[in-house]
C-alpha cells in the first residue's frame, strides 16, 4: 500500500505551479528606496498616532525589537542604537505595492494580489526546469525596476507556495527562490520545517497537532484527514490536501464584491465634547461614501462606535455602538453624516457634577450587506433624491480626484488642516510617487 507522501511526490512535479512574491519588510524597504542612507541601518514603521512597530528591518530584529511592540517602550533603545523611525506612509505604500504587481504581470498575466506586498502568480505554463530561473529573473527585476528586495516561493499549491516562501526567506543559501515543485527540494524542506510554519496552523492548532506528536510539516501532512477534520475543522483537513499537492484553494484574479465597509480612526487626542465626536463621525462617513462610490455600492444603514481607551486606567471607561438605519440603500455622504451624527446623539452622554467627562480615544463607521446602487430598490416612503445626490457627489468626487483628497468636503466634517483629533504622523516621510509638492528635490 502507497503512503501518503509517495502519492504526494507523485503529484508535486506535475504540471501546476504557483509562485508567492512578497516585498521584505515591505513599509521599511518602500522607505529605503528614497533614502540610499538606510541601507543596513535598523529600520522600524510604526502603526497609526505612532503606536507600535509594525514593519521591521533585520537588523531591528536582531536589536530584539517585537512586531506590534509599543514604540513608547522602545524608544530609548531606537535612540541609544540609532534605530530609524517612520510613521506610517500608506499613500506611499500603496502606489509602491502598485508598482510592484505591475512588473509581476510582465512574468504572469493571472496575478492574484493577496495582500499589499504579497501577490500570488500563475506559473503552471512555465517549464519545470525553467521556474527557477523565472523567478531569480523576477526578483532581480523587481528589484532594478521599483528598488524593493523580495523573496520568491514556488509550489503546486497555494499552501506550499507560501511555505516556499518562507523557506526563501530563512535560508540565505537559496538567494531568495525556493521551488517546491521540485521533488527533491519539497522531500528535503517538509522534513525539517516546523509544522507551525504553515499557512493556516495557529496557536490553538498547534497545541493540538503537538498533542498528537506532529512536529514537522511532514508529520502532518501524512496523517490522515478525517479524524484532523474533527479536530481542526475542514481547514485542517484541507491544509493536509493542498500539502499533499491537491489545490483546494483557487487564484482569484477578481477581487470579490465587497460585503462590508468600515472606517475607523484612533484619535491623536482624547476626544471629551460631542461638537468634536461629531465632526469625526462625519469626516469618517465622508471617506465612506467615497469608498462606496468607488466601487458602485450602498449601504441602507450605518453603525457608529466610539469608546475610551484601556490604557487610561485611572479615567472612567465606556463604549457604545448603535445602528441607524436609511430609508433605502445610499452612497450620499450627506446622507451617511447624518445617520452617523444621529447615531452620536442617540448614544451621548453628557457629564455631570458627580461624573467626570469621558475621553474617547477611537470612533468609527461600520456598514454591512452592502448591494450595488443600480439593482437596489426605491423606498416607497422617505426616498433619497438621487438625481440631485449622484451629480453633486460625482462633482465633489472629481475635485478630490484632481486636486487631493479633502480638498472639497462637506462643513460637518470640519476643514481638514484643522481637525486636531486627525492621526498623528509626527515622522511621516513625503508621499514622494504620488504628491507633486512632495518629489525628491536633486541639487546641482
Avoid at 542612507?37 to 507600535?52: F, T
Avoid at 516561493?153 to 525556493?178: F, Q, R, S, Y
Wanted: aromatic letters at 6%; charged letters at 25%.
Amino acid at each position: 500500500m502507497s503512503r501518503p507522501g509517495d502519492r504526494a511526490r507523485d503529484r508535486i512535479g506535475g504540471g501546476r505551479a504557483v509562485a508567492l512574491i512578497d516585498g521584505n519588510s515591505f513599509y521599511c524597504s518602500c522607505e529605503r528606496v528614497f533614502d540610499p542612507k538606510l541601507a543596513r541601518v535598523p529600520v522600524i514603521v510604526l502603526s497609526n498616532n505612532d503606536g507600535c512597530a509594525i514593519a521591521r528591518t533585520s537588523e531591528a530584529k536582531a536589536l530584539g525589537i517585537r512586531m506590534g511592540e509599543p514604540f513608547f517602550k522602545i524608544r530609548d533603545l531606537c535612540r541609544t542604537q540609532g534605530v530609524r523611525v517612520f510613521s506610517s506612509n500608506y499613500t506611499l505604500y500603496g502606489d509602491m505595492s502598485g508598482r510592484t504587481n505591475a512588473v509581476y504581470r510582465q512574468f504572469s498575466p493571472r496575478v492574484e494580489i493577496y495582500s499589499i506586498d504579497e501577490s500570488f502568480l500563475d506559473l503552471s505554463d512555465v517549464a519545470p526546469l525553467l521556474r527557477g530561473e523565472l523567478a531569480r529573473d523576477l526578483r532581480a527585476t523587481v528589484r532594478a525596476w521599483t528598488g524593493i528586495p523580495t523573496c520568491v516561493g514556488i509550489g503546486p499549491t497555494k499552501t506550499l507556495a507560501k511555505l516556499a516562501n518562507h523557506i526563501a526567506k530563512t535560508v540565505p543559501d537559496l538567494d531568495g527562490v525556493c521551488d517546491l515543485t521540485d521533488v527533491a527540494a519539497y522531500e528535503h524542506w517538509l522534513c525539517r520545517v516546523e509544522v507551525g510554519e504553515v499557512w493556516g496552523i495557529g496557536r490553538a492548532s498547534l497545541a493540538k497537532l503537538e498533542a498528537m506528536g506532529v512536529e514537522s510539516v511532514a508529520d502532518l501532512r501524512d496523517l490522515d484527514p478525517r479524524p484532523v477534520r474533527k479536530g481542526l475543522t475542514v481547514v485542517g483537513e484541507r491544509i493536509i490536501h493542498e500539502l499533499r499537492g491537491l489545490a483546494c484553494l483557487p487564484l482569484d484574479l477578481v477581487p470579490a464584491r465587497r460585503k462590508g465597509c468600515a472606517v475607523t480612526r484612533s484619535f491623536s487626542a482624547r476626544i471629551t465634547d460631542r461638537a468634536t465626536l461629531e465632526e469625526a463621525v462625519a469626516a469618517h462617513a465622508t471617506r465612506l461614501g467615497e469608498k462606496l462610490r468607488r466601487e458602485g455600492l450602498g449601504t441602507d444603514h450605518v453603525t457608529v462606535f466610539y469608546h475610551t481607551s484601556e490604557h487610561d486606567r485611572d479615567a472612567p471607561q465606556r463604549s457604545v455602538a448603535t445602528t441607524v438605519s436609511l430609508p433605502e440603500h445610499s452612497s450620499d455622504t450627506l446622507a451617511l453624516i447624518k445617520a452617523a451624527r444621529l447615531g452620536v446623539a442617540k448614544t451621548w452622554r453628557e457629564p455631570s457634577s458627580d461624573r467626570p467627562a469621558w475621553r474617547y480615544s477611537k470612533a468609527g463607521v461600520v456598514t454591512n450587506d452592502l448591494a450595488p446602487l443600480s439593482h437596489s430598490p426605491r423606498a416607497l416612503i422617505g426616498a433619497l433624491d438621487r438625481e440631485r445626490s449622484g451629480p453633486l457627489m460625482a462633482a465633489m468626487d472629481a475635485c478630490n480626484s484632481r486636486w487631493g483628497r479633502g480638498a472639497v468636503v462637506p462643513a460637518r466634517a470640519g476643514l481638514t488642516t484643522k481637525r486636531d483629533w486627525n492621526t498623528k504622523f509626527e515622522m511621516r516621510t513625503p508621499r514622494y510617487t504620488t504628491q507633486v509638492s512632495e518629489l525628491p528635490v536633486a541639487l546641482a
